[in-house]
């Protein structure tokens, strides 16, 4: 199989969610908005995040029944640095209003320029953590 397909695949089944979203309930698909709303005290109105992560959740696990190889993969860093890595990324996204699929994915398809701007920064931001973790 062509290396491009499942990438391509995958990214199409994205767009397809994020737009079903958006045009049903009129919600964006940003997955730490959805994450951390949801931790909060529940409310008929935020049912549909506990479907959502309850989806991305059991779909993973399918995905991963068929298909394994797709998860056959090391980590190369220890617990620490993996839960260090975790917090910041969840203070980034606090401090950015969002994250990748909120601002990179949904706002940019709607001509946000604040997920503009995001997104560029998140980005340039991952290629300085990796240039400066490729030094040391």
Known sequence: ?????LP??????IGLATTTLLYFNGKITGISGILGSSLKKPTPEIYWKYTFIFGL???S???SFFYPQFFNYEIPMGMTAAVIGGLFVGYGTRLG???TSGHGVCGISRFSKRSLVATLTFMISGM????VVKLF
């Open 1 to 5: 199989m062509e290396s491009w397909i």
């Open 8 to 13: 391509l695949f995958g990214g199409v089944i």
């Open 57 to 59: 959740i059991s779909g």
């Open 61 to 63: 696990l399918i995905f």
């Open 97 to 99: 209003s969002g994250c």
């Open 128 to 131: 300085i953590a990796v240039a």
